[in-house]
């Protein structure tokens, strides 16, 4: 039976193991070099070869980007770097250099090779060359809305992703030049300053226009609303940006994306009720305003979605809890945020975990008897009403 592959973004190894616990199908990764997240904590080939192996080892996949635009001194290092990712047995590479491509099958490389979003590839042609050229799969422009993907997908019968959800971009498929001028920090190169999200005024000369604040970036995408139509039109990989955020961010939205596809795949249909329910999840961990933004046909009718600058970063999650329960149901928890003896809380965890309650008791690791907890990462002895088990997820109700 057809089922989309849920891809999932990861900063780092904890958060990879995140990911496919809460049902990710594969995550997409970026090394040391190569890679368009330099600022993410980003993988040593120790930690690509780990988490290949936890992968593996959970049915799942591990793609890494090698995905700047290449200058010439960057072809020094990469074919041993690519030699090297296939020793490890990674399922494929992310890359945006036809160059980079022509490399690994000159190399006989045996993972697959993916054109990245930055290809900016929005028509049937674009997706035939890349085929003729050897790749196994194109990664579609943001740009793009549902009729189109469903359109190139019946035309063209190859292997597409398409995003589902995270961070847009305010130029064309994230070809974007902004930080370089206005930072000297090269996005092409992982260095994104993320100057469209920068706060604005608008001046002439020196004459203040309009004293609104405003920002250059666009609504971030979820496309709820539109999972269904993508699976109708079996659409190859379901993505999910955002290898810059956190574990917490990561387990909620591929959990709540898990279920969409799962529930869909039985039961060929959504309720109003389902879909309001899972918007209200994903919305547990946004902080930014969320659109379906290019997915939307009528996208240009109903005007232009930026950003106001004016972001509200949830403080509801408060705990990650770092073991099993023990038979009087306490977990050690690492704190995140502020939270006291008796607060309402809820807890996700893998395989669909969901349950309420109360918090209990808490102890410090001295042994003694606390009320409060409010020191940042502090680790404490927490008692639950119910049974966790390790890499769950505790959040205010």
């Not at 992703?161 to 961070?167: C, K, L, P, R, T």
């Not at 290898?243 to 939205?253: E, F, G, H, W």
């Not at 607060?343 to 003694?368: C, R, T, V, W, Y």
Request: aromatic share 10%.
């Amino acid at each position: 039976m057809y089922k989309p592959e849920l891809l999932a973004p990861a900063g780092d190894l904890q958060r990879l193991k995140i990911a496919i616990l809460y049902g990710a199908d594969a995550v997409f990764i970026g090394g040391k070099i190569f890679s368009l997240r330099a600022k993410a904590n980003n993988f040593t080939i120790e930690d690509i070869k780990e988490g290949v192996l936890f992968a593996h080892q959970h049915h799942a996949k591990v793609y890494v980007t090698v995905n700047i635009i290449p200058e010439e001194e960057d072809f020094t290092a990469l074919n041993d770097y690519l030699l090297a990712l296939d020793e490890i047995h990674v399922d494929a590479i992310i890359i945006s250099s036809i160059t980079v491509l022509l490399i690994a099958k000159n190399l006989h490389c045996h993972f697959e090779i993916h054109m990245s979003t930055q290809l900016s590839i929005t028509n049937q042609k674009a997706i035939q060359f890349y085929k003729n050229l050897g790749a196994d799969r194109v990664v579609l422009a943001r740009e793009l809305n549902i009729n189109q993907i469903r359109e190139m997908k019946n035309a063209t019968h190859f292997p597409i992703e398409v995003f589902i959800h995270g961070g847009m971009c305010s130029s064309y498929s994230g070809r974007c030049n902004l930080s370089n001028f206005m930072s000297n920090r090269d996005a092409n190169k992982g260095g994104c300053a993320h100057s469209c999200r920068w706060i604005y005024h608008l001046y002439d000369q020196h004459q203040l226009l309009d004293s609104n604040e405003f920002t250059l970036a666009s609504y971030d995408l979820m496309a709820v609303d539109y999972i269904t139509q993508l699976m109708d039109a079996k659409v190859d990989s379901f993505k999910i940006e955002g290898r810059m955020k956190s574990a917490y961010y990561i387990a909620n939205v591929v959990r709540i994306y898990r279920q969409i596809i799962d529930n869909y795949s039985m039961h060929q249909s959504m309720t109003q009720k389902q879909r309001r329910h899972f918007k209200k999840e994903i919305l547990k961990t946004e902080n930014r305003s969320l659109s379906a933004v290019f997915l939307n046909k009528n996208l240009l009718h109903e005007g232009i979605l930026l950003q106001n600058g004016k972001e509200q970063p949830s403080q509801s999650f408060i705990g990650f809890v770092l073991t099993d329960s023990d038979s009087k149901n306490y977990v050690l928890v690492q704190q995140r945020n502020y939270f006291e003896v008796n607060a309402n809380i809820e807890i996700i965890g893998p395989h669909n975990f969901q349950k309420s309650g109360k918090i209990l008791k808490i102890f410090d690791m001295d042994g003694q008897v606390i009320s409060v907890a409010n020191h940042a990462t502090q680790l404490l002895k927490v008692k639950l009403p119910f049974k966790v088990v390790e890499n769950s997820f505790i959040r205010l109700k």
